[in-house]
């Protein structure tokens, strides 16, 4: 029982939400990013497979390597207790199969968009060395906003290569199959078209091109039919869109599309106007007449479309002159299969019939690695690739192969091909825990640029510039000794222990001088302003604001408060003008006690021959006071006094 169980004591298995002929998908909890994740689990069947079990590690593993919007992201491969799983992202959605189910009838439009995602993700896939094998609305996921995901390489890439089969997988994969897959020869990424051109089919019409019994009778219908014409089903579908369908299916894999990025250009230019009605698609009769794939008849014969592409009439006289033959054929292998008892056994069968031709193993000496495997399997070999140490080949290029070139090999020979690594590789020390000045007065000794040589600073409680990561090259990573004198070199180092600031809002400037002192830190006064909240001589502000972490030496600024802002008191006297003591002018002399004047000071002075008013200006602190005098010819004439609560 899956449910409630935790693998690697990290994913929590939830719910069993899909399943199939090789593996349970089951919806999951990573308890340590804390997201959920579907978990895939090999059936009991598929971990007793040694052979099966080598393979599928590899290539999950290199499954890993694919980052595509339209793929679905692998996230971990493991075993646990003889339970082999795999970790991938969870799509919030359904299988293309169970949407074209559910949909019935899909517009061309749609159609159009579904498969840009899908051949998108499958030119990367191939861009990447990665054959999918096992393309079909099964292995395609579709999200509640219509964006597609292709899933499952891994393991299709793992069947491939092993003896296990079921029959209940088996059906379900041979009506997408290639013909060169149905008759036992190697898929290749053209074997991944042919896949697509079925899928977009079943898009377009909502049935499959070949239908049967069994898996053996489908897949002679791929060896022998030409693909039926989609508009049979669906007269709408402009002639642009049919001719993807049968191009991608061409018997003869020379014929169809070169790479699958041709076919998603052709998708994107398939509704322009220009295209709608465009001649139909046809195999030309001089490479049918070449490349022709031979076939097997079946008993029964089985009924063509009146839109399927039509062979010459010269080949109709030769496949009726060998009909004889081929149904003796046939009926010896089917009684053969009668007798075993193993009807899926027969896609493994069909081989035997077609003896692989020869191949002469062409020269990929010094090409680089992904230019020498393409090569090889556009002449129908496997490759199984090694890495070798060479003084001379550069890195990445191919330095022999095995059988060496030029040999003559058997169709589906699987080569070795070995890559050089370049120069034998020195280990890079690991400088993890040194002080940073030490590693670079080592670096430079081996003849590294100081320039060369990045701190990245982090906060960490490891002792300032102590070196606590190794980014590039990583620690005892394998590095060219001719590349050393130019080799960058990041570090990430630490800022040393971190220092978290307080909340000192409120302190007085003892307190905050204090922390600052016994912190390594210096203080920063600035002007000091008012405030209604804070009290005068306490800390209204500061920076680093409260809860940062710094570093010792870090500057701490602060703004203490002056309290309250004071209030100013406007207000005029009127001076009377006295005539008849018999002088021209008086002299009037104002004294002021407030924030900004002391009455023992210097006085406002005003002469006048008139009796004038005169203004008086008073700034008074918070809970204080303020008062003046005024004195005319030496005399005083008038006095008051202010206080702070008193201003309304």
Do not use: C
């Not at 019409?205 to 989609?230: C, D, M, N, V, W």
């Amino acid at each position: 029982m899956m449910i409630g169980r935790r693998l690697s004591d990290r994913y929590k298995i939830l719910d069993m939400i899909g399943g199939g002929g090789m593996a349970n998908v089951y919806l999951a909890h990573d308890l340590i990013l804390d997201r959920d994740v579907a978990v895939k689990v090999l059936k009991p069947e598929f971990s007793n497979d040694d052979e099966f079990i080598k393979r599928f590690r590899r290539e999950a593993h290199s499954a890993t390597s694919l980052n595509h919007p339209n793929i679905v992201s692998i996230y971990d491969v493991g075993e646990e207790e003889n339970i082999y799983f795999i970790v991938m992202e969870y799509i919030e959605g359904q299988t293309l199969k169970q949407y074209i189910q559910q949909k019935k009838t899909l517009t061309v439009e749609e159609v159009i968009d579904i498969m840009k995602q899908i051949t998108a993700a499958i030119e990367h896939a191939h861009q990447n060395q990665i054959i999918h094998r096992d393309i079909k609305p099964h292995n395609i996921l579709i999200d509640y906003k219509g964006h597609v995901k292709v899933t499952d390489f891994g393991i299709a890439m793992a069947l491939s290569a092993t003896s296990i089969t079921q029959t209940n997988s088996v059906l379900g994969s041979v009506h997408y199959l290639s013909p060169e897959q149905a008759r036992g020869g190697m898929a290749t990424k053209k074997s991944d078209i042919y896949s697509l051109g079925v899928v977009m089919f079943e898009l377009l019409t909502g049935r499959l091109p070949f239908s049967g019994e069994s898996a053996i009778s489908i897949a002679l219908k791929h060896l022998q039919s030409e693909t039926p014409s989609p508009r049979k089903w669906n007269p709408s579908i402009p002639q642009s869109v049919e001719n993807i369908v049968l191009k991608a299916t061409v018997k003869d894999p020379f014929l169809r599309y070169n790479s699958v990025t041709d076919m998603r250009m052709d998708l994107e230019t398939a509704l322009d106007p220009s295209r709608l009605n465009e001649p139909k698609f046809e195999i030309p009769e001089d490479d049918e007449a070449t490349k022709a794939i031979p076939i097997i008849t079946s008993k029964q014969k089985i009924p063509s479309s009146d839109h399927t592409i039509i062979h010459s009439p010269k080949e109709e006289q030769v496949k009726e002159k060998e009909k004889k033959k081929k149904r003796l054929i046939f009926t010896l292998i089917l009684g053969i299969f009668l007798f075993v008892g193993v009807p899926a056994a027969g896609l493994f069968l069909i081989p035997p019939l077609f003896e692989p031709k020869d191949v002469v193993i062409p020269d990929v000496t010094n090409l680089p690695m992904a230019e020498a495997i393409e090569e090889l399997q556009s002449v129908g070999l496997k490759v199984k690739p090694k890495k070798i140490v060479d003084n001379i080949v550069p890195e990445g290029a191919v330095v022999k192969t095995d059988p060496p070139v030029n040999s003559t090999v058997k169709e589906g020979f699987e080569v070795i091909v070995y890559e050089s690594l370049g120069k034998e590789k020195i280990e890079f020390d690991n400088y993890i825990g040194y002080q940073l000045t030490d590693a670079v007065r080592e670096l430079k000794l081996i003849g590294i640029n100081e320039e060369h040589i990045l701190p990245n600073y982090i906060e960490s409680d490891r002792p300032e510039n102590e070196i606590v990561g190794q980014l590039q090259p990583k620690p005892n990573e394998l590095v060219n000794p001719d590349e050393i004198s130019g080799m960058w070199v990041i570090f990430q180092v630490s800022k040393g222990p971190q220092i978290k600031m307080p909340n000192m809002v409120g302190w007085n400037e003892d307190r905050v001088k204090k922390f600052v002192n016994e912190n390594n830190l210096s203080l920063q006064k600035r002007e000091e302003q008012y405030s209604n909240e804070i009290d005068s001589g306490l800390v209204i502000s500061q920076e680093p604001a409260s809860g940062t972490s710094v570093e010792k030496g870090s500057t701490v600024k602060i703004v203490l408060s002056k309290g309250p802002e004071p209030k100013v008191y406007e207000f005029s006297k009127v001076i009377p003008f006295y005539s008849e003591n018999g002088f021209a002018e008086q002299v009037v002399e104002v004294y002021i006690e407030d924030m900004e004047h002391e009455m023992d000071g210097k006085p406002e002075v005003f002469k006048i021959r008139e009796t004038t008013e005169i203004p008086i200006k008073l700034v008074i602190p918070y809970d204080g006071k303020a008062s003046y005098k005024i004195f005319v010819n030496g005399n005083l004439l008038d006095s008051g006094e202010i206080s702070y609560e008193s201003i309304p």
